[in-house]
């Protein structure tokens, strides 16, 4: 039984100071001429979606369905790429990146 539990024991130590291999890496921000670009890992903003549609490209930002031109939290939703968007408000823009990069097209 002692056995068993410093065995259990020695796994939990050890997996609980592994990182979560899911969790982003730490955003950094880059600043490009006049545009600050800021990629979003750690603020409130999480790109959960990308469409691809007849209809065109779209994006799912926090649960809110957004095309392009379309406004959200004051930025102005500008490119949709296949696994990235940018919000552009004023001369700051923030690229936000899908962390699953499985790209779905609805199109039949």
Known sequence: MKTLFSYSAVMLL?????????????????????????????????????????????ATINGQFLQLGDQYQGYTLTDISTTAVVLSRGDEQRILQLHNKTIKNYDK
């Open 14 to 58: 050890a997996f609980s100071s592994q990182a979560d291999p899911t969790r982003p890496a730490a955003g950094y921000i880059e600043t490009s001429g006049n545009n600050n670009i800021a990629t979003n890992t750690n603020s409130a903003l999480k790109l959960q979606i990308i469409q691809n549609s007849d209809q065109g490209k779209a």
